[in-house]
């Protein structure tokens, strides 16, 4: 491949990391357009993870149409923000669109013969983003059917130090379950949360121990070439 087109990769694969940090770290600090803002680091998240490896055109076609329909959906909610079947059309886009991306990472690292910076940041990037599609996954079965409760046994949901969940709270319990972290401060009191969770808890050590053993495989296999 290419260094200007290596390069440029290295490059998508940054910035994409860099979102998803800001969308992990920073996120709940914002005390004023927290919405907008969230709305502009899905975007940025969308175009570079179309970019993000060098995947066959096929498959940069798939993920351009389903990013494209994200954007348009995702902005249409800010637009129209009262409406409930952009809200659900929107939620709907942006699981789809991160289910494809993971999927077709994972399918990219592992097809590859070399372990370079760029994959290694991809492989990063794969993991934060299975983070992120766990908190879609909670938020949606808390919505659909279920619902979390803390410690104290009230109804509904609740989180240390907030009384109405938000995003963040969902994404702060999903990468606490797909780490194996358990701090037992949110429990999942439904069969569809028990399930997400299980299902996150399952998929993060999987990823893991996989994805470390094919990585260290492909270097030693590259470096007694």
């Excluded at 490059?11 to 990391?17: A, S």
């Excluded at 995947?55 to 329909?69: E, H, M, P, S, V």
């Excluded at 059917?145 to 709270?169: E, M, N, Q, R, Y």
Aim: aromatic share 10%; charged share 10%.
């Amino acid at each position: 491949m290419k260094t200007a087109t290596m390069e440029k990769l290295t490059r998508n694969n940054i910035v994409l990391l860099g979102c998803l940090l800001v969308l992990i770290i920073f996120l709940p600090f914002l005390t004023s357009n927290r919405s907008l803002f969230l709305h502009f680091l899905l975007s940025a998240i969308i175009v570079s993870g179309v970019y993000s490896c060098a995947f066959q055109k096929r498959t940069r076609r798939i993920l351009a149409t389903i990013g494209a329909i994200t954007l348009v959906v995702t902005w249409l909610d800010i637009i129209f923000g009262q409406s409930d079947v952009f809200k659900i059309v929107a939620f709907a886009a942006i699981f789809a669109f991160i289910c494809a991306i993971v999927f077709f990472l994972v399918r990219h690292i592992a097809r590859s013969k070399n372990v370079t910076s760029t994959i290694i940041i991809s492989a990063i990037n794969g993991y934060l983003l299975m983070g992120l599609l766990g908190a879609l996954l909670l938020d949606i079965a808390d919505t659909a059917g279920g619902s979390l409760t803390a410690g104290s046994g009230s109804p509904g949901i609740k989180f240390a130090g907030s009384a109405v969940p938000v995003f963040h709270d969902y994404m702060y319990f999903s990468f606490v379950t797909l780490t194996t972290l358990g701090y037992g401060d949110i429990t999942p009191a439904s069969a569809a949360t028990k399930s997400v969770a299980l299902m996150i808890a399952v998929a993060g050590q999987l990823y893991l121990t996989i994805l470390i053993a094919m990585l260290v495989g492909k270097y030693l296999s590259q470096k007694n070439r």
